[in-house]
T-cell receptor, first 116, second 111 residues
Framework: AQKITQTQPGMFVQEKEAVTLDCTYDTSDPSYGLFWYKQPSSGEMIFLIYQGSYDQQNATEGRYSLNFQKARKSANLVISASQLGDSAMYFCAMREEANTGNQFYFGTGTSLTVIP | GAGVSQSPRYKVAKRGQDVALRCDPISGHVSLFWYQQALGQGPEFLTYFQNEAQLDKSGLPSDRFFAERPEGSVSTLKIQRTQQEDSAVYLC?????????FGPGTRLTVT
């Protein structure tokens, strides 16, 4: 089974509007971390936001917030006030604490296009 | 300080050639990871180092892939007898606390 599922291959949003990128995850480890990365066309993976499984509140970083619904195993990224520079691929990732290597499992990504 | 750097940024190899990809992690980062990202996919884990010790190599797709980090800093991913299916972006990341910081990747094209 896929550990991270991103069901939206592509999304469009009007500039200055908000957009939600979906992510669901699968793990039996009670302790895990959820991450979102942005990958522009240059290829570098840029860290956006982190949510720990025991965190009571949803994480926020500037215009990024993570809508964490533990019972549903979802960790959707919300980008407010979209900007043209937000156009990129977005990847959801998970790290399980029980995993010795602490490797990240990534989804297949969502391509976001911001329309002026 | 400087981020994770990788070289070369682009590599074209003929099928059957050996290649070596270099990663310079952020200074002081103990953990180092290699990922393979095929076109249109998310990165997939290859191998993990803690200092010079390779603790997990379960993601290496075949015995043609070999990674090392002899002094616990710079790491090299080597691919022997490259095949077309090896064409991908190879990402290196180093870790501080929870976050992984990624390099720009090396785009390998095998012709």
């Amino acid at each position: 089974a896929q550990k991270i599922t991103q069901t939206q291959p592509g999304m469009f949003v009007q500039e200055k509007e908000a957009v939600t990128l979906d992510c669901t995850y699968d793990t039996s480890d009670p302790s895990y971390g959820l991450f979102w990365y942005k990958q522009p066309s240059s290829g570098e993976m840029i860290f956006l936001i982190y949510q720990g499984s025991y965190d009571q509140q949803n994480a926020t970083e500037g215009r990024y917030s993570l809508n964490f619904q533990k019972a549903r195993k979802s960790a959707n990224l919300v980008i407010s006030a979209s900007q043209l520079g937000d156009s990129a691929m977005y990847f959801c990732a998970m790290r399980e604490e029980a995993n010795t290597g602490n490797q990240f499992y990534f989804g297949t990504g969502t391509s976001l296009t911001v329309i002026p | 300080g400087a981020g994770v750097s990788q070289s070369p940024r682009y590599k074209v190899a003929k099928r059957g050639q050996d290649v070596a990809l270099r990663c310079d992690p952020i200074s002081g980062h103990v953990s180092l990871f290699w990922y393979q990202q095929a076109l249109g996919q998310g990165p997939e884990f290859l191998t993990y180092f803690q200092n010079e010790a390779q603790l997990d190599k379960s993601g290496l797709p075949s015995d043609r892939f070999f990674a090392e980090r002899p002094e616990g800093s710079v790491s090299t991913l080597k691919i022997q007898r490259t095949q077309q299916e090896d064409s991908a972006v190879y990402l290196c990341a180093s870790r501080q606390r929870s976050e992984q910081y990624f390099g720009p990747g090396t785009r390998l094209t095998v012709t």
